[in-house]
């Protein structure tokens, strides 16, 4: 794990292996014994380790370098990371990505994941508790919700903005919203009833965070039960959102990000069981990026941003 405060003691080193890039395309294994990969904390740290580390062991066959996996805190010490370049690859959420563009980061998105369904993306929903009076966003007046993050996508700025344009404003409509962490703990948050709705990621009716943690058994109720995925009801769900990008940094040679590019695009068919692991088993492929996809998402976080400001 690392937290922003442990990020800006490499910049100078970094600066230092950065200044000598006009050596990089003649031989850039030289200069990059070791590429880290930092990933957001979409799940617990211990899950998210399991999911991602067959990928670093991966990219470090791929591309003959050594790829060290960083689980991040919190979502900004991934974009604190690239900033001061001790994250080479770095996995974001679309909001967390675009928030490290409109702040100066250079990093060009490479590759994001297909889904079983074919879409390169997915949806914010907000749980209740199908045994809650809860069927409707109505119905949450007044009630505590769980986000996830300030610079989740799923778990904070689309149900932001959509309920907004919807006309309802989380920090007045709901009594309370507090930040969980990850996906996983407003989740559980929900489930052990310290909330009385949750905002997460879905990408199909079989395949969102929520039923990663049930596959897991990793989901119990407040007597410790084992939960399903019917004991949880949708009751808002957000436009479709890009899928988060896996970004390198613009100051690694050309060669190199396209090698990284490449490695992704071909790890279903040459490391399936690594592919599978990171989706259990729900996502086609990778498939190529650009920034121009993220446009969108920008464009909803100058709106929270202004809307921010306006309160």
Avoid: C
């Avoid at 309920?163 to 559980?188: E, I, M, P, R, W």
């Amino acid at each position: 794990m690392f937290s922003r405060r442990t990020v800006l003691s490499f910049a100078a080193a970094a600066a230092a292996t950065f200044a000598t890039s006009g050596a990089f395309a003649q031989d850039w294994k030289s200069q990059f014994p070791e590429l880290v990969l930092g990933v957001i904390p979409a799940e617990n740290a211990s899950t998210t380790t399991d999911r991602y580390t067959p990928l670093a062991d991966y990219l470090s066959k791929e591309l003959g370098t050594k790829v060290t996996l960083r689980v991040a805190n919190d979502y900004a010490a991934v974009i604190e990371g690239q900033r001061a370049g001790n994250i080479h690859i770095a996995f974001y959420g679309p909001a967390s990505y675009a928030r490290a563009v409109m702040t100066g980061v250079k990093t060009e998105p490479l590759a994001l994941a297909r889904h079983e369904n074919g879409v390169t993306g997915y949806y914010s929903v907000i749980y209740t508790l199908a045994s809650s009076p809860y069927t409707k966003i109505e119905d949450l007046k007044g009630k505590k919700l769980a986000l996830v993050d300030p610079n989740s996508t799923s778990g904070n700025n689309a149900p932001r903005f959509f309920l907004n344009k919807a006309g309802y404003d989380v920090d007045t409509f709901f009594g309370q919203s507090v930040y969980a962490g990850s996906h996983d703990n407003a989740v559980l948050a929900l489930a052990q009833g310290t909330v009385d709705a949750a905002a997460n990621s879905w990408n199909t009716e079989n395949d969102s965070n929520l039923t990663r943690m049930i596959t897991k058994g990793v989901l119990k109720d407040a007597d410790g039960n084992p939960m399903k995925k019917e004991d949880f009801r949708v009751v808002f769900k957000s436009d479709l959102l890009p899928e988060g990008p896996y970004a390198a940094l613009e100051s690694l040679p050309a060669e190199l990000r396209a090698q990284i590019k490449q490695a992704f695009l071909d790890m279903n068919k040459k490391d399936k069981a690594a592919f599978d692991g990171l989706s259990d088993g729900k996502d086609q492929e990778f498939a190529p990026t650009k920034a121009e996809d993220f446009q969108g998402i920008i464009d909803m976080i100058k709106f929270n941003d202004d809307l921010r400001k306006r309160s």
